[in-house]
């Protein structure tokens, strides 16, 4: 629910790449197509758009965040998606009325009942491609526990995401054939990118205690103010349980030198652990910090042909010793703007990691506790070069009706959250689409 756009260069970067059309300056009406912000339309913002982009009634502890950020130093920034993204501040957020603005409430709820051109079917699973030599006709899918041929009049579109795209192209028989041949799989076309590049967000949490009972946590006095949020929530969607939780954050850089943020923090207000399956008692609240632009790579592969089989990946977070290096740096300007006074009223106690541990120590605690933002990309990566899997307007690279539109086609990884970038992607991607029929 967090929006973010990422660094303008980020969008540069792409372009100098070789993508005609994807800099900054040719994405932002893409991004400003679909917004719907509470501030209304200007230079960075539309207004009037499917996706609701609000800001939050946010917590006290969020305000004593971003003044310790302040106190430590760091710029506030009212708005990350704007003129400059440096700095520590409130996230903008994609809630309306309470409930998270998913792209599915955004685009395809209004047009329920409304569109005789679209079919959407749940419960459904794609097993793959149907190929006429190097066309694409459809898709093959597992509906009801029978296969089912859906046939394309045009061009068959997969969007699937970073792990789900590799997947069924590799299954169709696009991909490197090194990969294929062991799991059975005849080479229709090759391709040696499909699933290579995998690179995400390698994020560590700060998680602290806190004898604050209006964060969120277990304990007895706390059920109490949760009961009462509850019934606030479900009559007014107000109140603490109206918030995604992550509520502010910063970016920011390690060394002043660089020309942009390299690591960003998400404020949020409650333990998490473990992808917040680790459970503690107490109340307590907790900051990720990421690398921007690691630059460690992984991959999405087959574990066996069997389509309903989960893929293989491999994120391989710190395969460079320089990720580690800038997660160190980024873990030690967090823990310093939770040192800093305004935070001190919370009394925060930091749960993996004593301020006494050695450079050696932390980077031991990072190794073993950094994980996903939920922010991989770049598995069919477009570009010109031997290993992109599309071209720019995200055609699949010696295929004939076959196109890719999701976060897999991201030549690098942005520096921030991936959902805003996605949907600009689609908004982008479908009007390529169109412009092609017409």
């Known amino acids: 629910m967090i929006y973010i756009r990422g660094h303008r260069t980020d969008y540069d970067d792409w372009a100098s790449l070789g993508n005609e059309g994807w800099s900054y300056d040719e994405v932002l009406p893409w991004f400003r197509r679909s917004e719907d912000h509470f501030g209304g339309a200007s230079d960075y913002h539309g207004a009037g758009g499917e996706l609701t982009v609000s800001a939050l009634n946010a917590h006290p502890a969020t305000h004593a965040f971003i003044e310790a950020g302040r106190a430590a130093g760091h710029a506030v920034n009212d708005d ?84 789900g795209t590799p997947q069924l192209l590799l299954l169709s028989g696009i991909g490197d054939g090194s990969a294929l041949r062991p799991h059975g799989i005849a080479v229709r076309h090759e391709l040696p990118g499909v699933g290579q590049g995998l690179v995400d967000h390698p994020d560590y949490i700060l998680p602290y205690k806190t004898h604050d009972t209006s964060l969120m946590g277990v304990s007895l006095r706390g059920a109490a103010t949760m009961t009462k949020a509850f019934f606030e929530y479900r009559s007014k969607q107000t109140g603490v349980l109206a918030s995604n939780f ?43 910090v990421c690398v ?55 009394a925060p106690r930091e749960m993996y990691a004593k301020r006494t541990f050695s450079d050696d120590e932390l980077i031991g605690v990072l190794r073993r506790r950094t994980d996903s933002i939920y922010h991989p990309v770049s598995t ?59």
């Open 80 to 163: 990350f998606n704007g003129a400059d993204q440096e700095g520590v501040g409130h996230y903008h957020v994609t809630i309306r009325n309470g409930r998270r603005c998913s792209a599915s409430v955004a685009f395809l709820h209004p047009l329920r009942g409304k569109r005789t051109n679209l079919t959407v079917l749940t419960g459904v699973h794609a097993t793959g491609l149907i190929l006429q030599g190097k066309t694409a006709q459809g898709v093959k899918v597992k509906m009801n526990g029978r296969e089912v041929d859906i046939l394309a009049r045009r061009e068959t579109i997969v969007s699937a995401g970073a792990f």
């Open 292 to 346: 921007l632009r690691p630059k460690s790579r992984g991959s999405v592969g087959l574990t066996s042909a069997d389509p309903l089989a989960p893929p293989r990946i491999d994120p391989n977070f710190f395969g460079d010793d320089d990720d580690v290096a800038t997660l160190l740096k980024g873990y030690k300007l967090t823990r310093e703007i939770m040192e800093t006074g305004p935070m001190a009223r919370y």
């Open 246 to 288: 992550g509520e502010a954050g910063a970016f920011l850089r390690t060394d002043a030198a660089l020309a942009r943020p390299d690591v960003q923090i998400h404020w949020v207000t409650g333990i998490v652990d473990d992808h917040n399956r680790k459970q503690h008692l107490g109340h307590g609240m907790s900051c990720h």
């Open 380 to 438: 069919c990566r477009m570009g010109i070069d031997d290993m992109a899997v599309v071209d720019h307007r995200l055609r699949v690279r010696g295929m004939e009706r076959l196109r890719v539109v999701d976060a897999s086609i991201m030549p690098t990884l942005v520096g921030g959250n991936t959902n805003a970038p996605s949907i600009m992607i689609g908004e982008k991607g479908a009007d390529m689409i169109a412009q092609d029929w017409r």
